[in-house]
């Protein structure tokens, strides 16, 4: 069984950055696409970044390229995603996801204790 457990998140100034964590268990990361999504208060779920299982390959959505980097260590099976430059924009619940395709396309597994961090930029 899957489970994704993230940490790191909190209120911060416009201009400032912040670390997330995402403690995996039941699969390994490294050898896993795995991804960050986030979900504002009244909109849906969207993607901000993935990490391809082989060779590190990064992408990004296009909000926040640049200011947001993706990054995994295989020895401690944990995700994190490195974001600076915040914007109030970004103010959401953070998600970590194990993608189900290894290009990082369609359906990500949230796994089973999936709470989300809260990332709160003020202006």
């Known amino acids: 069984q899957v489970q994704l457990v993230e940490s790191g998140g909190g209120l911060v100034q416009a201009g400032g950055s912040l670390r997330l964590s995402c403690a995996a268990s039941g699969l390994t990361v490294g050898s896993t696409t795995m991804g960050w999504f986030r979900q504002a208060p009244g909109k849906e779920r969207e993607f901000v970044a993935f990490?391809?299982?082989?060779?590190?390959?990064?992408y990004n959505a296009d909000s926040v390229k640049g200011r947001f980097t993706i990054s995994r260590d295989n020895a401690k099976n944990t995700v994190s995603l490195q974001m600076t430059s915040l914007k109030p924009e970004d103010t959401a619940v953070y998600f970590c996801?194990?993608?189900?395709?290894?290009?990082?396309?369609?359906?990500?597994?949230?796994?089973?204790r999936g709470q989300g961090t809260q990332v709160t930029v003020s202006s």
């Open positions: 990490i391809s299982r082989s060779g590190g390959r990064t």
């Open positions: 996801a194990a993608a189900l395709r290894a290009d990082g396309r369609g359906d990500y597994d949230f796994g089973s």
